[in-house]
């Protein structure tokens, strides 16, 4: 293809050449040259060289600008350039907006893209997102302009971005945003990270009671973070469909978790509805969340309804097999299970070796198989739940444990969206649990580190029951001394019995309570700079299309004719 500035190369020469060519003088005989010498001496020169030089300029701009717009240079028209991916993380923390009340991160996104438009080469080409669609740098800068429109990919889906010669991925660092790439493609990531203020709510769930005489209550949590490490205000409401029964100022230190139980006795039947408010927050999406019901206990409000395999009002009942009656009794397990009015342990067995004879009493029917430091050498055909089960046996989609030194470890991952959390916090709990490889059929739903403690497995392709496996000593772990064991043995209970039915999405209101989206400063890439910040409010330039260049050389020619036909120009 012919290079754009070769047409308007030799455009210029060719009126510079004709404005430089002088006609052939021609003899006149005159009777006197006397009025010809005073006419000469009356002009003034330099008003004609100005007059010729502006003549020059006026001809060389107007057949520029036809020679280029005729010539439909590429950066002037749509295609013939290397296409250029533009990509924009979706996680919610992409809306926080930028402090003294700035646009949010996914506007600074949609500027350096702009930015990144308007200084690439000619005959550029661009996409957004996964849509395949080329477009012109016109075009996407009319996309990018704002308000930016919605994304339309999830957060935590991984879409293909097209093939191009380079992608740039515009992202805080905070959400599971990794979009599939070809490999040996450019990535470019554009931090658009921007340290701020936020409070928000990451945990209000309704959880059982402690014992069966106490009636429901509500678990809310509330993590606050601020760049500047101040003590973040925070003022707490709490209402039903009634009133507002709740209202407290707090003073949460950043990084902090403000931890609250809320008896829900005096509540109005219905939802229930927290909020918080800060100044200075720059994040609302994680500063109101609900319950659904405050009357279902053990029911958090992230969960979607669940159709029972039996009924509400029947306990589920629990077969315990350990090591021995004696072992059992008092443990941890037994007192959560002794105070949860949903389940009814029908026996206690002790287990048996693999050369041991089988119990000559029959085995009483049960809903629940529940190994205690125990496992069987075949799985039960009931769903199971295997608490602490021996080192050196399989149990619950976990391989028997490495020989190794058992050290203290600290849960740092967890899975908050799976009911068997619901209610109950893990984060930060210390642990004694040893390394098993998981099951690939099996999730790890709480970690230490490499370590699984907390593992469910969902039934086989084949058919058959659930599991859970507890991979620490609970009698070992602060966990017994908190709610929260009582609230981990109903879920699983439910879990493993209960088989789900959406019949509505009834999370709508329910708030964002994601921690990973409170946390908005959490970020493993470094802070845009700040003079991109000032320039967000500047205009970005727009590129001319040949049109517009045709249009200006059509004008300046009717200028030109009109000083020629004035005098003003040669």
């Keep these: ?91 919610p923390t992409m809306q926080a907006g930028l402090p003294d009340g700035g646009p949010s991160r996914i506007e600074l996104a949609a500027a350096e893209a702009r930015r990144i438009v308007v200084e690439a080469e000619s005959g550029s080409r661009f996409t957004v997102n996964a849509d395949p669609t080329p477009l012109t740098s016109t075009e996407v800068l009319a996309v990018l302009s704002d308000p930016f429109p919605g994304l339309s990919n999830a957060p935590d889906t991984e879409p293909a971005i097209p093939t191009a010669r380079r992608v740039h991925v515009f992202t805080d660092g905070i959400g599971p945003y990794t979009p599939i790439v070809d ?40 993590l606050a973070t601020d760049p500047a490490g101040g003590t973040v205000p925070v003022e707490l409401t709490v209402a039903d469909s009634e009133t507002i029964r709740i209202r407290r100022q707090l003073e949460v230190e950043p990084g902090d978790r403000f931890t609250a139980l809320i008896d829900l006795g005096s509540f109005a039947p219905g939802p229930v509805t927290a909020r918080i408010a800060a100044p200075g927050d720059v994040f609302p999406l994680d500063n109101r969340a609900g319950l659904i019901d405050a009357g279902r206990a053990g029911t958090a409000s992230t969960r979607l309804p669940v ?49 041991d004879p089988p119990p000559e009493d029959p085995i009483p029917a049960a809903d629940i198989a529940t190994f205690h430091r125990a496992a069987p050498a075949i799985p039960p055909a009931m769903p199971a739940l ?54 690939p059929r099996c999730s790890a739903l709480a970690s230490a580190g490499d370590r699984t403690a907390i593992a469910v497995c969902d039934p086989p392709p084949d058919g058959g029951p659930r599991s859970i496996a507890v991979a620490f000593d609970l009698d070992h772990s602060s966990l017994a001394q908190r709610p929260d064991l009582a609230a981990l043995f109903q879920n699983a209970a439910s879990w493993l019995t209960e088989t789900p039915a959406i019949t509505g999405d009834l999370t709508t209101d329910t708030g964002l ?20 910040l000032a320039d967000l409010d500047s205009p970005n330039r727009r590129p001319w299309s040949w049109r517009t260049l045709a249009l200006a050389g059509l004008l300046l020619a009717s200028f030109e004719a009109i000083t020629f036909f004035r005098g003003l120009t040669l």
């Design 1 to 91: 293809m012919m290079p754009f500035w070769l047409p308007l190369g030799i455009t210029a020469l060719l009126v510079l050449a004709i404005y430089l060519i002088r006609p052939t003088a021609q003899a006149l005989p005159v009777a006197s040259t006397v009025l010809w010498r005073r006419l000469l001496a009356a002009r003034k020169r330099r008003r004609d060289r100005l007059r010729w030089l502006l003549s020059l300029l006026l001809a060389t701009t107007v057949a520029g600008f036809l020679s280029v717009g005729a010539s439909r240079a590429p950066w002037l028209q749509p295609g013939g350039g290397d296409p250029i991916a533009l990509a924009f993380d979706p996680s």
């Design 183 to 222: 490999p040996g493609t450019e990535t470019n990531t554009v931090s658009v990270l921007v340290p701020a203020r936020n409070a928000g709510i990451v945990r209000f769930a309704t959880r059982p009671p402690a014992t069966r005489a106490t009636g429901p209550e509500a678990l809310l949590e509330i």
């Design 307 to 355: 159709r029972h395999a039996r009924s509400r009002t029947e306990p589920r009942r629990v077969l315990v097999t350990a090591r021995s009656p004696v072992s059992f009794d008092g443990s941890a397990a037994a007192l959560a299970l002794e105070a949860d009015a949903s389940v009814d342990v029908v026996a206690v067995r002790a287990a048996t070796g693999a050369d």
């Design 386 to 439: 295997y608490l602490d089960p021996p080192q050196a046996v399989a149990a619950g989609g976990l391989s028997p444990a490495a020989e190794a030194p058992l050290s203290q470890h600290r849960i740092d991952r967890t899975d908050a969206s799976h009911p068997l959390l619901a209610g109950v916090s893990l984060l930060g709990l210390p642990v004694v649990v040893a390394a098993r490889e998981l099951d």
């Design 513 to 532: 309570q994601d921690e990973r989206a409170t946390r908005i400063n959490d970020s493993t890439l470094e802070p845009a700079p700040g003079d991109r």
